[in-house]
């Protein structure tokens, strides 16, 4: 079984899954479902995962044929105490729905922004823990390199107090009169009130330190979302 098209037909037999079923479920247009069934393309991004889901495989698998097809094998005191409506995937990662990947004009006065769910072109899964107006962002330029690099999408938890943040967390913060937010370490001096942003990447041209006085608070980095293909 080396095409993604038999593996999607082995799994729409076996669970009786129609392509109506997978155009509820996913959102994707007939013609991009028949032209996933046909294997004259392949279903990526957001919209390969929302398939597995759909498929109730490992999105690995459905892609590759490697690894195992299911995608909740943890034990079952792990199981029982998962909240309901919460998705299983098979390294013990909890998600719940999804998050939007927004501009970074956008995340200026996000979740009080004009931009409404049909106007998002690219969804995430959100890890179970962060809140619902969390976000994700794609990594711009080279301030954070090595460890994140352009194109990366980072999440963002913007529920959090100013007093709350520590040193050495990675936030997304807006310097007024700028055109978009930026995205720094915090450096915390002799005080918690003395609050000062920097690049990770040592390289990098511009290594100007600045103040969490000149800034709004936008919200703090979580996690990053990796891939390697």
Known sequence: MNQVSERI??????????????????????????????????????????LASCLKCNTDWLLTGLGRMDIDHRSEEVRSNTPEGTELFANGFTTKGYLPVIDWKTAIN????????????????????????????????????????????????PEIELHNLKDGNLIIAYRYDDELPIFRKLVIGDSSTEMYLKPINEDWVDQTIISMNDCKLIGIVDSKLVRYR
């Not at 997978?22 to 007939?30: C, F, H, L, M, S």
């Not at 013609?31 to 995962?49: E, Q």
């Open 9 to 50: 037909a082995k799994r729409m037999a076996e669970l009786k899954v129609t392509q109506a079923d997978i155009k509820r479920k996913t959102g994707a247009g007939k013609a991009t479902i028949s032209s996933w069934v046909k294997g004259d393309t392949k279903p990526s991004g957001i919209y390969a995962t929302k």
């Open 110 to 157: 996000w979740p009080d922004s004009d931009v409404f769910a049909k106007d998002i072109e690219e969804w995430a899964i959100r890890p179970s823990h962060l809140s619902d107006t969390s976000f994700v962002l794609r990594v711009l330029g080279s301030a954070n390199l090595p460890e994140f690099k352009p194109d990366d999408l980072i999440y963002v938890e």
